[in-house]
T-cell receptor, first 113, second 112 residues
Framework: GQNIDQPTEMTATEGAIVQINCTYQ??????LFWYQQHAGEAPTFLSY????GLEEKGRFSSFLSRSKGYSYLLLKELQMKDSASYLCAVRDLLRGSARQLTFGSGTQLTVLP | IAGITQAPTSQILAAGRRMTLRCTQDMRHNAMYWYRQDLGLGLRLIHYSNTAGTTGKGEVPDGYSVSRANTDDFPLTLASAVPSQTSVYFC???????????FGSGTRLTVV
């Protein structure tokens, strides 16, 4: 099977930095994705990592360690609008459709003023 | 249309009724997917299609069927709805580059 674990909830203060962790177990790893989902809306793409290291995109960065089966999403200079659920998803070439993503349950981030 | 369109936006359905959720994309993506999202369980794959004319089963396919007659359309059918199929359903598509998804806006289905 495939396990993807991320914390259920996190709380942080406006202007702060928060790190959301994701661990996974997979046989044919071929990429890790982070999505943001506001309440009542569809998920939207944030980042993609397939090689080890840090990918930076504005206030958001994502890190991957394939040997550890570990990723994190780093959000800097938090804003109230960052309150949302953050979904970690893994692509596994050996699972069903080689293009499908398996999602974690999501981390609900609440940003407080 | 820009992206993926799902219809209806929401629906209340009597148990035992047949229902088709519609999904249309205009991006010429080869791969399409249906997920359901339930509180605490995240997004779970129901069915997928890698290209027109082919479909496959995902993690939770029982009670659902799909077809892919052309590139643009990927309808999901509940043959005889049951209350456990109450959920938010998302259709998604992906291109042949990094395989990231574009999601539709979702269909909120309540089976009573």
């Amino acid at each position: 099977g495939q396990n993807i674990d991320q914390p259920t909830e996190m709380t942080a203060t406006e202007g702060a930095i928060v790190q959301i962790n994701c661990t996974y177990q997979t046989s044919g790893f071929n990429g890790l994705f982070w999505y943001q989902q506001h309440a009542g809306e569809a998920p939207t793409f944030l980042s993609y990592n397939v090689l080890d290291g840090l990918e930076e995109k504005g206030r958001f960065s994502s890190f991957l360690s394939r040997s550890k089966g570990y990723s994190y999403l780093l959000l800097k200079e938090l804003q109230m609008k960052d309150s949302a659920s953050y979904l970690c998803a893994v692509r596994d070439l050996l699972r069903g459709s080689a293009r499908q993503l398996t999602f974690g349950s999501g981390t609900q981030l609440t940003v407080l003023p | 249309i820009a992206g993926i369109t799902q219809a209806p936006t929401s629906q209340i359905l009597a148990a035992g009724r047949r229902m088709t959720l519609r999904c249309t994309q205009d991006m010429r993506h080869n791969a399409m997917y249906w997920y359901r999202q339930d509180l605490g369980l995240g997004l779970r794959l129901i069915h997928y299609s890698n290209t027109a004319g082919t479909t496959g089963k995902g993690e939770v396919p029982d009670g659902y069927s799909v077809s892919r007659a052309n590139t643009d359309d990927f309808p999901l059918t509940l043959a005889s709805a049951v209350p456990s199929q109450t959920s938010v359903y998302f259709c998604a598509s992906s291109d042949d580059r990094n395989y990231g998804y574009t999601f539709g806006s979702g269909t909120r289905l309540t089976v009573v």
